[in-house]
Each structure stands twice: as structure tokens, then as C-alpha cells.
């Protein structure tokens, strides 16, 4: 199957217009034509290899939007025009410990992710939503609520379902007291996804100036944490803080804001993990951990939510030949708070 999309030849050079084969699709099988793609940091990562593990030619894309083109004969969850998206992974060995809880990130044996990776079956390169059109097992595609904005959707399928998980997983609710630290295409996610669930949100932040901002997203206060007076007034406070800030930072001073058996989960940072005291860990039961975007199941679940409590990501729309200059902004924050590729403008 034919497809144009826009990919990274090198390290080094722009994305680029680039034609090339998608796999022909199986029996159970969607093919999608995509509406919108959002973009990620992950993106520009994988586009300059920096993380060491890119294949080149390599089309970005793992926020995919669009409706479905048709089905494969053995498809019973999706029918020829419905909305579909697509996240960060398209396939797994669906049989391990992980896989069998719906846990599929978590994939012993890796799972497929949906650009930069390998089919299990026939081994041909996966390549993502900077593309006309995709194909995905049933399994791996996701229905979209009709009555969200699906421009504001796209970035649900990561940065909403990276900052869903953890928040599910430690049962964040009503009585909980949430911090959020950064405020940028994740931690924005995250304030409106845990202020629906009817917790206590707060924001740690360097900038005074991104208080109205976070508030109008749905946080109760904000912590300037460069202030220590304003750090001690809210120690042994909060039950979970979600740390979304993509680069090695200082996490001592929120640590002993955490209540008794309090975590601070990292949703935003691949690579090694800050220096750390372990005093305010033994001293009050707390824990340091990790989360990786989220299972196929929960993902729906975060789809569901949002759709019914009206919740998207605030975007800035782009065209897919304005790429380069989106990836150079968001390398320095220079958007609130997702790029989000209009697809109807990729033409051959």
C-alpha cells in the first residue's frame, strides 16, 4: 500500500516529503485515513536520534486521529467510516503477565511501537501518523467519541494517556491532594484529567507568570518552587505528584512536600533518574517511581472520560510542511501546549 508522508533520512536534516510501502492489511486488520497526527517531543527524539536507537527512514507520529477506510474480514470492533485513533504502540506478544492485564506497555517481550519499530509478523518497519494513511490490528485501535474535537484530540493518545495512567493507578479521587510539576504538553493533561476526577490539584512551577494559565486549566494553587517559603507551607501535602518535566531536574525539595506513603511518579524523563536523598523517603513511608503511558483498555477508558466530561488538549494547528519549524518552537516551549498536524494538508 502506497502512502505519502513527511519522514527523517538522518539525524540531521529536515523531515521531507517521502513515499513508501505500508503493509498490505491482515484479516483483522484497520486501515485508517488519518484527519490529524499531534506532535510530540518523543517525535523530534526519535527524528534525531537521540536517543540511539532510530532507523532510518524513520515518519514520526503517534497521536493519530482519522476514520476508518475499511476492515479486514475478521473485524468485529470497527466498521468502514467510523472515528478510530491510534497511540504510541500497535501491537505486543499479547500472551505474557503484563499483556494478559491489559498492560500491554509493559510487554515482556517489547511491544510494537507504531512508528521506529518491527511488525511481529512479516518484520517490515513501522511508520507513523506524518502519513496519508495507517493500518493497525482491532486490537490496537481505539474508538473516538463523536462528540469530542478531534483536533484537540490527537494528543489524548500520549500526553493524555501518559498522564491518565498514574492517576488511575494510585486511585487519585475526590479526597486526593494532586501536584503537578511543569506545565507543558503533558503536565496541562494532567491538570485537567486530575481536576475531573475531583482531586485537589496544585502546580509546582519555576514561573510565576503560568499561575492564570493554570488555573483557567483547572489547578486550585500554585507553588512557585524556586520559593522556599512557599515550599514549606505545603509540606506533607499531596498523595501523588506527577513530574512531567522532560530533562534532569532537582527533585529533593518536592519530596518532603508528599504525604505519609506519597509517590512522585516520573511521567516525563527517560534517561537517568536526578539525585535523590533518601532521607525524606525513610522518614515518611514515601516513593519515588515510574510510569509509561498506558494499556489499550485504559486508553478507551481515558477516550470515554474525556468524551463525557468534554475534556481535549489545548493545540496550536499546524501544516505538515510547517513541521521543522514546530519541532525547533517546542524545543523551546514556544507552544500551548501540543502541535497538532492537519493531515488534509499533505498532498503529493
Known amino acids: 500500500m502506497k502512502v505519502l508522508g513527511y519522514a527523517a533520512t538522518n539525524p540531521s536534516t529536515p523531515l521531507a516529503p517521502f513515499t513508501f510501502e505500508r503493509r498490505e492489511p491482515r484479516s483483522d486488520d484497520v486501515v485508517i485515513d488519518i484527519l490529524y497526527c499531534g506532535v ?8 534525531r536520534n537521540d536517543w540511539g536507537f532510530s532507523t532510518y527512514p524513520i515518519v514520526p507520529g503517534h497521536e493519530i486521529v482519522g476514520r476508518v477506510r475499511s476492515v479486514g474480514s475478521g473485524v468485529t470492533r470497527f466498521k468502514q467510516g467510523d472515528l478510530a485513533a491510534i497511540g504510541c504502540m500497535v501491537d505486543s506478544c499479547r500472551v505474557c503477565q503484563p499483556c494478559q492485564q491489559g498492560l500491554e506497555q509493559y510487554c515482556e517481550e517489547g511491544n510494537v511501537q507504531t512508528y521506529n519499530g518491527q511488525d511481529r509478523h512479516d518484520h517490515s518497519t513501522t ?9 493497525a490490528s482491532q486490537d ?7 462528540n469530542m474535537d478531534l483536533k484537540g484530540a490527537a494528543p489524548l493518545l500520549c ?37 475531573a476526577l475531583g482531586a485537589e490539584v496544585t502546580l509546582f512551577t519555576r514561573s510565576p507568570g503560568k499561575e492564570a494559565d493554570a488555573r483557567r486549566l483547572g489547578a486550585h494553587h500554585v507553588v512557585v518552587s524556586t520559593d522556599p517559603a512557599q515550599m514549606a507551607k505545603v509540606q506533607n501535602q499531596f498523595d501523588l505528584i506527577i513530574d512531567t518535566v522532560p530533562y534532569v531536574h532537582e527533585v529533593n525539595p518536592y519530596l518532603p512536600t508528599l504525604t505519609l506513603d506519597g509517590t512522585l511518579v516520573f511521567v516525563g524523563l527517560l534517561g537517568d533518574m536526578p539525585e535523590s536523598s533518601t532521607l525524606p523517603l525513610l522518614l515518611g513511608r514515601r516513593s519515588i517511581a515510574g510510569s509509561c503511558i498506558g494499556g489499550i ?4 477508558e481515558m477516550l470515554d472520560f474525556c468524551g463525557k466530561h468534554g475534556i481535549t488538549a489545548d493545540i496550536e494547528m499546524i501544516d505538515i ?8 518552537r517546542m524545543l523551546k516551549s514556544d507552544v500551548k501546549y501540543r502541535f ?6 499533505l498532498t503529493a
Open 340 to 345: 497538532v498536524i492537519d493531515m488534509a494538508t
Open 127 to 135: 511508520y507513523g501518523g506524518y502519513s496519508q494513511t495507517t493500518v
Open 321 to 328: 510542511h510547517n513541521i521543522n519549524d514546530a519541532f525547533e
Open 159 to 195: 500526553a493524555g494517556i501518559t498522564t491518565w495512567s498514574p492517576l488511575r493507578h494510585w486511585k487519585v479521587d475526590a479526597n486526593s491532594k494532586v501536584a503537578v510539576v511543569g506545565l507543558g504538553g503533558l503536565g496541562h493533561m494532567a491538570i485537567k484529567l486530575a481536576s
Open 140 to 146: 490496537f485501535v481505539l474508538h473516538v467519541p463523536e
Open 297 to 300: 483498555a485504559e486508553t478507551q
Open 40 to 47: 510530540c517531543h518523543s517525535d523530534l527524539h526519535q527524528a
